[in-house]
């Protein structure tokens, strides 16, 4: 189990939960005022790969350090409701990549000459596709421009 996660939750004061979940849902993140936020994690992922969950449990709590209000799933009726939970899932997904594989972290694994997704999925122990969302977002200019 990645151990730091968790006790980053504990010092958030984030409740985990295992449960039942139909798929293909895997986990939420629950806050609402005066109750304790809480992620709810499927008890499926405890046969998941540790990269696979370190992704899933890093994305959730992405949620608490992004997202504003209660994030239940539920039908969206309107296109700017579902835009928003969009947007509310790339911004938890980018904290999670960020924190996963940090700026300073990456650019030393360059350097070393890990370049290839898989050799980066390896060495951050995340998933393929973290390591390629990761290298997508806009602060990875910064490398570029730093050579």
């Keep these: 189990m990645p151990m730091e996660l968790f006790q980053l939750a504990e010092r958030e004061g984030i409740i985990i939960e295992w449960w ?13 005022p005066k109750l304790p936020p809480v992620i709810g994690l499927a ?11 370190r992704c899933v449990l890093a994305e959730e709590l992405g949620h608490h350090f992004t997202t504003v209000g209660c994030r239940i799933p539920r039908t969206y009726f309107h296109y700017r ?23 300073d ?6 350097k070393w000459g890990i370049v290839e997704v898989w050799e980066l999925a390896e060495y951050f122990d995340v998933t393929e596709d973290m390591v390629r969302f990761r290298l997508s977002l806009p602060d990875m200019l ?3 421009l730093a050579g």
């Design 105 to 110: 972290k990456l650019a030393q694994a360059f």
């Design 81 to 103: 409701d579902r835009m928003e939970v969009s947007r509310a899932e790339y911004r938890a997904l980018r904290w999670a990549a960020q924190w996963l594989i940090p700026l």
């Design 142 to 144: 910064e490398l570029r």
């Design 43 to 53: 008890n499926s992922l405890d046969y998941a790969p540790r990269a696979y969950f």
């Design 20 to 32: 039942d979940f139909e798929p293909p849902l895997e986990a939420v993140y629950w806050a609402a």
